[in-house]
């Protein structure tokens, strides 16, 4: 299984981003995907989660209205477009995997059994 995330990189308060997360070796429809960021010295910290088809999305709420998440499970991709980003959003970003039944979505990143290496986004003032 591979995840690969990509799309970092660094933007001024205000900007746009947009995050991509490429997956292969496992049945994309069957897993609920995540993002999580961690910044330098802290833990981990969940983001926003979508549920196997889509139908259940939980955000953080801190990024709620600011970022949406989706997939494509045609082409095996998740996507996090980041609007409004600000300097505390600045992190490595990473997306997650976890194999469940349809609506799970966990917010705990020790669910998840699957994750990307992490694509880092810079907020600057």
């Known amino acids: 299984v591979q995840l690969q995330a990509s799309g970092g990189g660094l933007v001024q308060a205000g900007g746009s981003l947009r995050l991509s997360c490429a997956s292969s070796?496992?049945?994309?429809?069957?897993?609920?995907m995540a993002w999580f960021r961690q910044a330098p010295g802290k833990e981990r910290e969940f983001v926003v989660g979508i549920s196997r088809s889509g139908g259940v999305i939980k955000y953080a709420d801190s990024v709620k209205g600011r970022f949406t998440i989706s997939r494509d499970n045609a082409k095996n991709m998740v996507y996090l477009q980041m609007n409004s980003l600000k300097p505390e959003d600045t992190s490595v970003y990473y997306c997650?995997?976890?194999?469940?039944?349809?609506?799970?979505?966990?917010?705990?990143?020790?669910?998840?059994?699957?994750w990307g290496q992490g694509t880092q986004v810079t907020v600057s003032s």
């Open positions: 070796g496992l049945t994309f429809s069957r897993y609920s």
């Open positions: 997650a995997a976890k194999s469940a039944i349809m609506g799970i979505v966990p917010r705990d990143a020790s669910e998840y059994g699957y």
